[in-house]
């Protein structure tokens, strides 16, 4: 399956994402399920590069309510503004770490990427 040829085509573009996230929760659930053939008492783990809330649109999908329920635990990586400048940017670890309980009580943090999605060059910090 492709993606539609338009981002301004919002229909597709949302048909899209759902089965593009019941695929990736589909894979999740093959190996979860291999991994527990294996070992009935292993701990699996699912981790998302960035989580539902702050994922891009268009193109990057991954549903963590879906992929959390497949998994004794559920991780992802955590995005925090570089130079928070709006009151959104300020509150960035608030609601990501709210929707992540929310997603899994437990969740597992692994990293955290500053500067995301700004795609230039990092800031040269004033000395």
């Known amino acids: 399956m492709f ?3 338009a981002a301004d085509d919002f229909v597709e573009l949302y048909l899209w994402r759902q089965w593009v996230g019941s695929a990736v929760a589909e894979q999740v659930r093959f190996v979860a399920e291999a991994i527990r053939k294996v070992d009935p008492k292993a701990f699996t783990l699912v ?10 649109p268009a193109c990057t999908t991954s549903d963590d309510m879906l992929n959390a329920a497949l ?4 991780g992802t990586s ?8 709006t009151p959104m940017d300020f509150t ?3 609601y990501q770490s709210d ?9 597992w943090l692994h990293e955290f990427y500053p500067n995301h999605a700004d ?8 000395l």
């Open 3 to 5: 993606p539609p040829s």
């Open 47 to 56: 981790h998302s590069g960035m989580s539902s809330i702050v994922q891009d």
């Open 71 to 74: 998994t004794d635990r559920y």
């Open 78 to 85: 955590f995005w925090i503004p570089l130079h928070p400048t």
């Open 92 to 94: 960035a670890p608030d």
């Open 99 to 107: 929707w992540l309980r929310r997603v899994d009580p437990e969740y």
């Open 119 to 126: 795609w230039c060059q990092p800031p040269t910090p004033r």
